[in-house]
């Protein structure tokens, strides 16, 4: 089966520029999460979708907003980029049980410059 | 606050030799444990899980994971381990109904021929 599936592999951005990352989970998986990884840290959860509705918010900046569609594709979308959200950012998707693994995508390695 | 430690930063052994990847947590409630392999610029690739039951969890490519709740543990082990093991390990937590994981820092695993 196909696994979680990331656009683009890579992006370079200029500073205050705008990018949109897509993420397609895994057929049937209706829960999708956002991380972002920092050169040598360890993955941060930015936000999480279920059935097309945000269920849950970490650290992410205001400048970043995201959506989950009606194909549960995800986008992240992220205005005025600095150089400091340079990083790689990940997309997973689960099914709805509690006790289900998630399974990440290669993953977006944005930079900004 | 909930929380997911990795001690060793990175963890040195022989091929053949015998492996462990400590992980230590801090969670209210019942605990939902991962932990998952990254290969350099690669995604997270879900190695296993303790839900509920056994305290040995068995997974992929030879490695297990033993759960001791009064140590609030859950070491990563494998009887012998192989060049091709080498990458960054993550110890992770499963977090309310949302299903987001916290991370630990990661360890470093370097097995040397």
């Known amino acids: 089966a196909a696994g979680v599936i990331q656009s683009p592999r890579h992006l370079i951005k200029e500073k205050r520029e705008t990018a949109t990352l897509k993420c397609y989970p895994i057929s049937r998986h209706d829960t999708v999460y956002w991380y972002q990884q920092g050169p040598g840290q360890d993955p941060q959860f930015l936000i999480s979708?279920?059935?097309?509705?945000?269920?849950d918010k970490g650290s992410i900046p205001d400048r970043f907003s995201a959506q989950q569609f009606s194909d549960y594709h995800s986008e992240l979308n992220m205005s005025s980029l600095e150089l400091g959200d340079s990083a790689l950012y990940f997309c997973?998707?689960?099914?709805?049980?509690?006790?289900?693994?998630?399974?990440f995508g290669q993953g977006t390695r944005l930079t900004v410059v | 606050a909930q929380s997911v430690a990795q001690p060793e930063d990175q963890v040195n052994v022989a091929e053949g030799n015998p492996l462990t990847v400590k992980c230590t947590y801090s969670v209210s409630g019942n605990p939902y444990l991962f932990w998952y392999v990254q290969y350099p610029n690669r995604g997270l690739q879900f190695l296993l899980k303790y839900i509920t039951g056994d305290n040995l969890v068995k997974g992929s490519y030879g490695f297990e994971a033993e759960f001791n709740k009064s140590q609030t543990s859950f070491h990563l082990k494998k009887p012998s381990a192989l060049v091709s093991d080498s990458a960054l390990y993550f110890c992770?937590?499963?977090?309310?109904?949302?299903?987001?994981?916290?991370f630990g820092q990661g360890t470093t695993l370097q097995v040397k021929p």
């Open positions: 992770a937590v499963r977090l309310g109904n949302t299903g987001k994981l916290i």
């Open positions: 979708f279920y059935e097309k509705m945000q269920s």
């Open positions: 997973a998707s689960s099914g709805s049980t509690g006790n289900t693994e998630a399974f």
